[in-house]
């Protein structure tokens, strides 16, 4: 991911979580940084904000259903998804 690219969607989210956004609305902007590096065929993109995603908060069902959509690509994202179902 590229630093400048990754420094900016840092900063929005640092914005939203500043400005009092909800969990819902931080859930859509991690979403849609996931369905951006997606978009542009950057896999290494889609695993580190699925995984900041699921750090952020690991219980969040829009992250945990967009996990078991992503791990069947990415094999890194199975312990994510293998958790929740235990």
């Known amino acids: 991911m590229g ?3 990754g420094l ?3 900063l929005q989210l640092k914005s939203a979580e500043n400005q009092g956004a909800s969990d819902a609305d931080k859930s859509r ?3 849609a ?3 951006n590096g997606q978009s542009m ?3 290494e993109e889609i ?3 699925m995984k900041q995603w699921l750090s952020w908060k690991p219980n969040d069902p829009y992250a945990l259903d967009e996990c078991r959509r992503q791990s069947r ?3 890194e994202l199975k312990a994510y998804v ?3 179902s235990a």
Do not use: G
């Open 3 to 5: 630093e400048i690219h």
């Open 8 to 10: 900016s969607c840092s």
């Open 29 to 31: 902007i991690y979403k």
């Open 33 to 35: 940084l996931v369905v």
């Open 41 to 43: 065929h950057r896999n």
């Open 47 to 49: 695993l580190h904000w």
């Open 73 to 75: 690509k990415f094999f």
């Open 82 to 84: 293998d958790v929740d």
